[in-house]
């Protein structure tokens, strides 16, 4: 999955998103944003790429769930990723990407983040929420997917 040239703004054109300075993973940049809930993130040492992005919709009010993660699902679909937030269980997730290399202890959370490394520099972590997606980070880079997968399993 090439998420380089994928830019929040292009896929969003009627909604407002905003840059802002940023920091992700201990990486600072500038990061394309929608609501809080959705962040596409580029490094300050390569401005071009999107190295990062992240869908965050566990805390979201009751009356904004239904838009949020309807324009999370339309961003899904442009980059061509076949789940849908609120609907895509983790049986099905792993019948795509396969069993999760790790996950986080469930005893600890209320949600469960089941990581796949799909090579050494693209790493896609599924948060399920009630039996549902409602989370996703894709990590394109070498040195962050070390960084998350090493902070991950320690």
């Not at 809930?37 to 904004?64: G, M, S, W």
């Not at 049986?91 to 396969?98: D, L, R």
């Not at 896609?124 to 394109?140: C, D």
Request: charged content about 25%.
């Amino acid at each position: 999955m090439k998420i380089n040239e994928l830019r929040l703004k292009n896929i969003l054109k009627d909604y407002d998103v905003w840059e802002q300075e940023f920091e992700y993973a201990e990486v600072s940049g500038i990061a394309e944003i929608f609501g809080y809930h959705i962040v596409f993130f580029r490094p300050q040492k390569n401005l071009c790429n999107t190295v990062a992005i992240n869908f965050q919709l566990q805390e979201i009010e009751d009356t904004l769930r239904i838009h949020v993660v309807h324009v999370a699902n339309l961003v899904l679909m442009a980059m061509g990723i076949n789940v849908k937030f609120g609907e895509t269980t983790i049986e099905e997730i792993n019948s795509i990407y396969g069993t999760a290399d790790f996950m986080d202890d469930p005893c600890l959370y209320d949600s469960i983040t089941y990581y796949y490394l799909i090579n050494p520099d693209l790493l896609m972590a599924f948060t399920i929420t009630g039996k549902v997606l409602l989370g996703l980070e894709i990590v394109a880079d070498e040195e962050m997917v070390k960084d998350i997968v090493s902070d991950a399993i320690y």
